[in-house]
């Protein structure tokens, strides 16, 4: 009887010293600002949060907070002022939760208004833009778009015959003079516009300089 008694004892001791051994082990030391402790080391915090630092044998994540919405941090923030706006960028959203978000194609935000998904809106991906992700792009020169929301650069429109956008974004080309036209769609400039008439009609291109010509009897000239 002793004997198990003192089996039971030396058992009993061994469980309390894996115990501690274990508690020790698992236990997270001190940390720093700007550091957190995930388990049982100090490692950087994580982007898109701040931490202040905790002591030895504190909770995991002790002292580790998001950012507020529409803000983010990058790695290793030691305080709120570390999360802003500018971190959060253009096109993406920030939900107070530790993540960042892209925008869907047709819809944008500024930087730091973008707190969940229903602060990217179409109106804000402008006429004369498209967007993908993140990114807002515009038009080229030669290309127009009227409506907002466009996802991609198909939906600029290149300037149809007789008009012509000097200017990338454009919402809208610009006509040529009135008896003037272009040879192609997508003209860029004015230098463009020319007078149509065909080398066959008696007095047409007289004292015009020829542009181009699209068959060997049509041409488009200047006055």
Not at 129 to 135: H, M, P, Q, R, T
Request: glycine share 10%; charged share 5%; net charge positive.
């Amino acid at each position: 009887m002793i004997i198990i008694i003192i089996h039971l004892r030396l058992m009993l001791i061994v469980l309390i010293l894996l115990t501690y051994f274990n508690l020790a082990q698992s236990a997270c030391p001190a940390c720093n600002a700007g550091k957190s402790c995930s388990s049982t080391s100090c490692t950087n915090c994580a982007v898109g949060y701040y931490c202040t630092g905790s002591t030895a044998s504190a909770a995991a994540n002790t002292g580790k907070t998001a950012c507020p919405a529409g803000t983010w941090s990058i790695s290793a923030a030691t305080s709120s002022a570390d999360c802003t706006a500018a971190n959060c960028k253009d096109g993406y959203y920030c939900n107070g939760a530790g993540t960042r978000t892209a925008c869907v194609a047709g819809k944008w935000v500024v930087a730091g208004l973008g707190t969940s998904e229903t602060s990217c809106t179409a109106a804000n991906c402008l006429a004369g833009y498209y967007c993908i992700g993140s990114g807002i792009y515009p038009c080229y020169a030669g290309t127009y778009s009227s409506i907002t929301g466009a996802t991609g650069s198909n939906q600029c429109i290149a300037c149809p015959l007789g008009k012509y956008a000097t200017t990338e974004a454009s919402t809208s080309c610009t006509s040529c003079p009135t008896g003037y036209t272009t040879l192609y769609t997508g003209s860029t400039s004015a230098d463009q516009c020319g007078y149509l008439c065909t080398t066959s009609t008696s007095g047409c291109c007289s004292n015009r300089v020829l542009i181009a010509t699209t068959v060997t009897s049509i041409g488009i000239f200047k006055k």
